[in-house]
């Protein structure tokens, strides 16, 4: 399991939801992070269930300007969450860097990878 404080040496805020609680709204701009420090989180459209030490959506947080998915807690969690700036200066990349456009290009791939199997089951 990864220690949040030794992987990421700074937290703006840390956020405490209870089991079935909304986290992301598809409204949410995208201008922060969350990572997963415990508990379990579902997202709705698929069923996802993203576990301790991981950062949730990152395909949405690099892909576009809101987040694609609604999650919700599925189990009482706490999240660390990071402004954009604040990650993007711990990972060394500024957002007019090739590196960022290259991120931004692999998520908008992976999302419509995901809305494709979405529409296939559905």
């Not at 079935?20 to 701009?29: Q, T």
Request: hydrophobic share 40%.
């Amino acid at each position: 399991m990864i220690n949040n404080a030794t992987f990421f040496p700074t937290s703006e805020l840390t956020l405490f939801k209870k089991k079935g609680e909304l986290i992301i709204s598809v409204a949410d701009e995208t201008d922060r992070i969350f990572f997963l420090q415990s508990g379990r989180v579902r997202r709705q459209v698929d069923g996802k269930n993203f576990k301790v030490g991981k950062f949730l959506e990152l395909n949405s947080f690099f892909g576009g300007l809101h987040y694609n998915y609604n999650l919700f807690a599925a189990t009482d969690v706490e999240l660390r969450v990071h402004s954009r700036k604040l990650f993007l200066d711990f990972i060394g990349v500024s957002e007019t860097s090739k590196i960022y456009e290259l991120f931004k290009l692999v998520a908008a791939e992976q999302i419509k990878q995901l809305e494709y199997k979405v529409r296939q089951a559905g």
